[in-house]
């Protein structure tokens, strides 16, 4: 009996047979824009009879697959199947009965389209000097640098030898490295934690490092190391405040490495080596809860996964509840709840974006159409993930109660790959083992259905602590009530002062919920506090989502700036649509101003910015 579920996003035969270990042997060549080399998988059969080996690929070039290191294999690739890439099927020697190990090596080469890794040419970079290349696997692109069962629902341990000019960084331990006689530099790194393809990644640059303690370091180009240092001092600290909640960290090194700025997301929790955009670096360390939600990730998705990307919620639902957890107990429950509160609004902006009644707004959503993941990305697993979670935790009882569960649930599913269905089984197993009858009924009164399987906003609405919250919204309610007036001299600068930058978000957030403001009292906002010159991206975003509201022509150069010069998703996605939604020449700015810079991006980003342009 099959006991796997379908991975809808992966192609491979799952069911027949899984990877133990996978080898990589590349040469990078950043000229061709390649990695040329091979792979060695370690498979392992599933079942009796089985007669080929189906892998996920994706714009790959492959030469040939070797059996017992000299025998060739047949092999086909299919037709591609649209995000999914195209399956290549492997022949084997012989039907295998079940329980069989094996290794098969595949001679390959990446080519120019492959969708995890960007090149950078040293224009492009800080430096100037060097290229540059980088990984962006999650969801399914690990399949387009190496064919593999890319399916979350298998977990194996890596090695990799890579020769490459320019130093390399991979998510594994560092082995050491060698010159070669013919050129270049091959780098090894072993990762001995089973993890699922998505946390493969690579680097390749100029690239320097500062020690922050005996297990943490930065890593960035020569030019940035220093500030990432700074900005990220603490690092060591929130991890052994995670460990606190959770369990000692297993992983053996947590370093971060700053990407260049095309890198598209806030950070990805690469195990070992989390990769992060510069975007976070503001010289005021208010990013550091980017930091905390990837350590946070070193239990919730790296050791306990997500079986399949419907599932995605587990990851990143959990990791939020755990960033905040960390947060309260160093900087108190209000700082939690006030991120909190910002997490809520990224929620409605995303269940606005799809539509309430959308099924990308469902917390565990239908992917059985094989549509590409990444469509599906926003705020809902994080934010409905984390408020299922909070709420959860104040049914049974609060924290005494439900961080222990947490706790056990890691150990429970540490190194395996999981369902909701699982989560939710443990949930009352643990709970009726450890505190009885009672708080099963109080689990009883939640209504799972709506909150897993319903679109929409959350089915109860959570009350966070508003302490730090309520000085911005009083000062948006003021500026509410002024909109139209023509003398703003009621306002002052000092109106600020002593704002963080969480609360100025905030303070944002509410003004952008607000109708749109005239002109005039838009230039009053910023002439009082300056908002187009402060340095925070974080406030940039938000004052420019306000003023794109209000079609405020004078924004316009600066967003085009800021869209170009950064291409974190968070930041350049929504600005795009309200660019392009923007009186005046806003669809022509937004269409034209990504046609000439389409290359800046990380090919994701790229290709979600021609989606939502309309230009795909
Ligand atoms: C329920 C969703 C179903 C499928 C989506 C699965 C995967 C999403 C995929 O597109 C990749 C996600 C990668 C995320 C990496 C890092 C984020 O946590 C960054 C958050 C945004 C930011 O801060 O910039
Ligand atoms: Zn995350």
Sequence with gaps: MCVRPVDHSSLANLDEV??????LDWTICFTKKVFDGSVTLDLLTLKDNVTKVVLDASYLDIKKVLYLNDQELKFKVGERRGALGSPVTIDLPEP???????QIKIVYTTTPECTAVQYLTPEQTLGGKHPFLFSQCEAIHARSFVPCQDSPAVKLTYSANVTSPLPVVMSALDRGSRREPTGGVTYTFHQPIKIPTYLICIASGNIASRELSDRCKVLAEPEMVDAVAWEFEDTDKFLSTAEGVLTPYEWHRYDILILPPSYPYGGMENPCLTFATPTLIAGDRSSINVVI????????????TTKTWEHFWLNEGHTKFIERKVLGRLYGQPTADLDAIIGLKALRESINQYGENSPATVLQPDLSGGGDPDDFFSSVPYEKGFNMLHFVEETVGGPAIFEPFVTSYVQEFAGKSITTQDWKDYLYRYMEEHHGQDVINRLNTIDFDAWIHQPGHLPVAPSFDTSLAD???????RWNAARHQADFSAFSPKDVDGFTTAQLVVHLERISDQEAYPYEALAAMDQLYGWSQRKSPE????????????????????????????????????????????????QALARSTYLAHRSFYHPICAQLLAKDLGLA
């Excluded at 295998?96 to 094996?102: G, H, I, M």
């Excluded at 000085?471 to 309610?477: C, I, K, P, Q, R």
């Design 96 to 102: 295998f009965a079940n329980s069989t190990s094996f």
């Design 293 to 304: 939600h990837e350590i946070s990730h070193s239990w919730m998705g790296n050791l306990v």
């Design 471 to 477: 000085a911005s919204y009083a000062l948006a309610d």
């Design 539 to 586: 406030i940039k975003f938000r004052w420019q989502m306000v003023t794109l509201k209000a079609s405020y022509e004078p924004i316009y150069p600066a967003v085009v700036s800021f869209v170009t010069e950064q291409g974190r998703m968070k930041y350049v996605r929504p600005l795009y649509r309200s660019l392009a939604k923007a009186k005046g020449d806003g």
């Design 18 to 23: 899984t990877t133990t270990h996978l080898h």
